[in-house]
């Protein structure tokens, strides 16, 4: 147990702050005195000294009575939910309920509350209980409380968010895309939104693939060197115009010296070829060499139209990306290294300087804006393919710290910390990535506003979203600045908030949330997702009984998502080759000396091949590729509804897209896609892979799509 004061344990218990905490083994570990003070600092709270504890406990209890009505109220369809509300102590209570639609309801019903009143020093305040509705609609409400001016949010969410009706009770199957990695004859260097939707006819018209799950398509900063990582964007709120296909934007054919453009496309793809690792940079610099020119095309006036009624849609947030972007190709793209008065959105300085620059700023609004439309393309192509979901989008844990999120949304984020995660089996020593997370407090404070816009934004375009660390919607692991990864402690968020506005947004999508609940997940926080109709995520060399033993796949879950392997670990082929054990040991990053660990992973290799013959789908003397067809015929054997084939693993290809724990150690999201052999494969190779073909077929057998013809 920890020796931290009583005081302290106590300001820590109300901010959400962990004190201790169960690691990877089971084992309780308590959280230094230091981490705790740290944390609760990047909360606002100062706790050095017990005074300042002491101070800090009077201060939220006062913020407490004050608060006449709660920062939000949550309920559920069909199920009543109850909440509280401040008077001074003997005064009556009188509440309306705004709806969105625009109706009022009242005499909502007063519950027992024997809560002594609390004494404000000028005033008893009192408590009273109030039940809302099973009744109301879903969506987004208002309470009123009548003879103020005082309203609080109330979001009513569907109980359950359930299976898109398209989808019915059909077992369905993906392909995994790293869309940057496999580019076309046509692409600028890298994979792109076209690309993409051929992708998706072709697993859908082919090989009847229900969704294609591509890496997030967040923006990265428009300026050299671009992030690799698609986990580690400037924004989550925009795209990244990489992905666009210059030729796809309608103004293309009015541009003068097209063949100039191509020209720059072709030299461009000749340097690709010659690179062995993906240069975004240069795509990107003559992509936006080629967008320019067609950013200067006369639109017509329908496209002005769908490009003001764009701009109204997205309002402030797309006025301050665009800035942002502005900015970062004037002053670089860490905005603490800009000047002073042009470090927050809201400084006149900002304003001034986009006033001042119209074209520029103009011209990351306009890219948006084509991104938009080619998104949406891609998404009626895939569902025109026979796609029951079509695109099933990513949706990264956090962002860029010295990025456009990071700096529009600064006043909702813990800048003092980073988010990351404790040290696991499969990364020992623990991961920092670099982000800032969300504060609790105040996404409270804001009603969940930059949630809602981003979850919203997340499904715009997509059947479904897979929610990366859907878990640090629960609790997240914050971790010092300048503290090692294994010296941080658990924060914990409202939950039934954050979980309840992506269920009322896909509800309203009509789209399947899939949350990514790997590592170390306290049990109830699975139940809960599934009980909200949230799938989970299951990896096949993950799945584990209490023993070690590979689970049987009739004990793995229904509502699930399911694969071989993931884009932390070497595709399947590696992993068998051992891959992983050797590039970490290579990187410094086991905590065990490489013979052991090859030793434990060829025993746990070793008894995966024993359950695939114990299920009659493996012969004595496999080579590798029978070897990763039985693997993905296993998950035949699971209840599982959604299941992917990664197409790095339908190719063959050998090598990892990321190794966490790395940065420049290893060239992470810069491996472009290839075959077993090494040689690298373009999407037309892919298309007439007899390797993918089979692995594409083995998925429409065992989802029952095979011989159903695309729609």
Known sequence: MTSSSPTLLELARRYGVASEFDDWTGRRTAVAESTLVAVLEALGVAAGTEQERVDALAVHD?????RCLPQIVLGRAGMPASFWVHVTHGDPVHLTLLLEDGTERGGLRQLENNRPPYDLGNRLIGEATFELPADLPLGYHRLRLDGTDIETPVVISPATVGLPT?????????????????????????????????????????????????????????????????????????????????EAVPEFASVRHRSRIRALRAALNKRADRNPTIDRDAAWQAKRTALQQVYRVERSAGRELAYAAYRARQGRSLEEFATWCALAERYGADWHAWPHA?????????????AAHPDAVDFHRWLQWVLDDQLTAVQATAVQAGMELGVMSDLAVGVDPDGADAWALQDVLALGVTAGAPPDEFNQLGQDWSQPPWRPDRLAEQAY??????VEMALRHAGGVRIDHIIGM??????????????????????????????????????????????????????????????????????????????????????????????????????????????????????RPADEELTSDRAAQAAWLDELRRVGLLGPDPDTDQIVAALYRYLARTPSKLLTLALADAVGELRTQNQPGTTDEYPNWRIPLAGPDGRRLLLEDVFADPRAAVLSEVMAEITGQSGRAGM
């Not at 006062?62 to 004050?66: A, E, F, S, T």
């Not at 506003?449 to 981003?454: D, G, H, I, K, S």
């Not at 790997?518 to 049990?523: A, Q, Y």
Request: glycine share 8%.
């Open 62 to 66: 006062r913020q407490y009575w004050q």
């Open 166 to 246: 398209r989808l019915g009770e059909r077992r369905a199957w993906g392909l995994t895309v790293q869309l940057y990695s496999v580019r076309s004859k046509n692409s600028w260097g890298t994979g792109d939104l076209t690309d993409l939707a051929d992708l998706a006819v072709w697993s859908a018209a082919e090989h009847r693939a229900g969704f294609v799950l591509v890496n997030p398509l967040h923006a990265a900063a428009p300026t050299a060197p671009m992030e690799p990582s698609p986990y580690l964007p400037t924004s989550r709120r925009f795209g990244n115009p990489l992905y666009l296909r210059v």
């Open 342 to 354: 042009l470090q927050h959105p809201a400084n006149p300085e900002v304003a001034a300087f986009a």
């Open 449 to 454: 506003e930059p949630f809602r816009a981003l």
């Open 474 to 591: 629960f609790r997240l692991w914050w971790i010092p600045k300048g503290a090692a990864p294994t010296e941080g402690t658990y924060v914990r968020y409202d939950h039934d908030a954050m979980i309840g506005i992506i269920a009322l947004e896909a509800h309203r999508a009509g789209a399947l949330v899939v949350g990514e609940d790997l590592g170390t997940v306290e049990p109830w926080v699975r139940d809960h997702l599934h009980e909200r109709g949230l799938f989970g995520t299951s990896i096949l060399w993950f799945e584990s009984d209490g023993s070690g033993r590979p689970l049987p796949a009739e004990r793995w879950r229904e509502c699930c998502l399911s694969s071989v392997t993931t884009h932390d670990l070497p595709p399947t082929a590696g992993y068998l080759a051992g891959e992983h054990v050797r590039l970490r040991d290579e990187l410094g990053l086991l905590t």
